[in-house]
């Protein structure tokens, strides 16, 4: 509704700080986990990865002090805080703390240009998903 003036009503909240400098994630087809997830740039993945690096030592501190298998100490829950960081840059609630080690995007090529997956390592001469070639300047 508009007042008499043609403006808006005043909003009784305050205004939604965004960081107008922050893109968000792109997000692409991951041939690992076969679907479309958020992928991180590499300042994005600076701040998740340390949590990921974390996740890894609790499992072996779990293993050494339990005499666990690594399916127990997985279970025990370690990665919630890989898998909140992620929730915070992406929006994206993942599951499996371990995916969230195939969601970097520079481990990625380019998009085919025939069917829009991503190739599956930068240097890629071809797309495994649909056969496209590409010559050495990324062109079909």
């Not at 939604?16 to 991951?30: F, G």
């Amino acid at each position: 509704a508009l007042t008499s003036r043609g403006r808006r009503p005043a909003s009784r909240s305050p205004p939604l700080m965004l960081n107008v400098w922050h893109r968000m994630p792109e997000s692409i087809y991951c041939w690992r986990v076969k679907k479309i997830v958020p992928m991180l740039n590499e300042a994005e993945w600076k701040i998740l990865q340390p949590h990921l690096i974390e996740s890894l030592e609790e499992i072996k501190r779990h293993r050494v002090a339990h005499g666990s298998s690594i399916e127990e100490a997985r279970a025990a829950g370690f990665g919630r805080a890989a898998l909140d960081c992620y929730f915070r840059i992406t929006g994206y609630r993942e599951s499996n703390p371990d995916n969230l080690w195939r969601y970097r995007r520079a481990d990625y090529g380019p998009l085919c240009k025939a069917c829009g997956k991503p190739l599956r390592t930068p240097t890629a001469r071809h797309c495994v998903e649909c056969g496209a070639g590409f010559n050495s300047r990324g062109g079909h």
